[in-house]
């Protein structure tokens, strides 16, 4: 019976997926594309910009790429991640989904690189952004999206902490990590 039932949803799926996109968007070969973006990340610690670029590949409905950006909420620093989108609909205005995730990079300011060992020094962690969007063509393969979503990073911050007593050694260290969660809105141009 399992097996029965399986096929039968294979049998349903299949030429239900194919069916969403036309013959010409399923041969179409794949082209580079760039998305450049600023936004407005907003969350419990305040509200702070965020720029991105991507440059990937679009085939059809889907483009993926590599990006990076520059996040100045809670901490400074620099997403670096893998970006993935699907577009629905065959018209050239239509909505999509995104999902970005990677590595942030902190971008320590110039009195924690002057001071290492003495001031807390941050530590890398894990990004990730999703949401969606809707795309407005223009000509020649340009486009205006617009998006909304929720953005995630970690970062770990390194502290030194000196003992107090009759003989001061070297000071020891005391991690604390940050998680940063916040709504996303984003205005980008694709080429």
Same mark, same amino acid.
């Given at each position: 019976?399992?097996?029965?039932?399986?096929?039968?949803?294979?049998?349903?799926?299949?030429?239900?997926?194919?069916?969403?996109?036309?013959?010409?968007?399923?041969?179409?070969?794949? %082209?580079?594309? #760039? @998305? =450049?973006? &600023?936004?407005?990340?907003?969350?419990?610690? /305040?509200?702070? +910009? %965020?720029?991105? #670029? @991507? =440059?990937? &590949?679009?085939?059809?409905?889907?483009?993926? /790429?590599?990006? +990076?950006?520059?996040?100045?909420?809670?901490?400074?620093?620099?997403?670096?991640?893998?970006?993935?989108?699907?577009?629905?609909?065959?018209?050239?205005?239509?909505?999509?989904?995104?999902?970005?995730?990677?590595?942030?990079?902190?971008?320590?300011?110039?009195?924690?690189?002057?001071?290492?060992?003495?001031?807390?020094?941050?530590?890398?962690?894990?990004?990730?952004?999703?949401?969606?969007?809707?795309?407005?063509?223009?000509?020649?393969?340009?486009?205006?999206?617009?998006?909304?979503?929720?953005?995630?990073?970690?970062?770990?911050?390194?502290?030194?902490?000196?003992?107090?007593?009759?003989?001061?050694?070297?000071?020891?260290?005391?991690?604390?990590?940050?998680?940063?969660?916040?709504?996303?809105?984003?205005?980008?141009?694709?080429?």
């Amino acid at each position: 019976m399992k097996i029965l039932f399986s096929q039968l949803l294979a049998v349903l799926l299949v030429p239900a997926l194919y069916g969403q996109t036309t013959m010409e968007q399923r041969t179409k070969k794949p %082209t580079f594309s #760039s @998305i =450049n973006q &600023v936004g407005v990340l907003t969350g419990a610690a /305040g509200e702070a +910009a %965020t720029v991105q #670029s @991507i =440059n990937g &590949v679009r085939i059809a409905q889907w483009f993926t /790429g590599i990006g +990076a950006g520059i996040h100045y909420y809670g901490m400074r620093s620099i997403p670096v991640f893998a970006d993935i989108r699907k577009s629905f609909g065959n018209k050239p205005n239509s909505p999509f989904v995104y999902a970005d995730f990677g590595v942030n990079i902190p971008w320590e300011n110039p009195t924690q690189l002057q001071g290492k060992g003495y001031e807390p020094s941050e530590k890398k962690g894990g990004f990730y952004d999703a949401g969606i969007g809707y795309s407005l063509a223009g000509k020649k393969n340009r486009a205006v999206l617009f998006s909304a979503g929720y953005s995630y990073k970690k970062m770990s911050n390194q502290s030194p902490v000196y003992s107090i007593g009759p003989w001061p050694g070297p000071p020891n260290y005391e991690t604390f990590t940050n998680h940063f969660r916040t709504i996303v809105i984003k205005l980008g141009i694709q080429l």
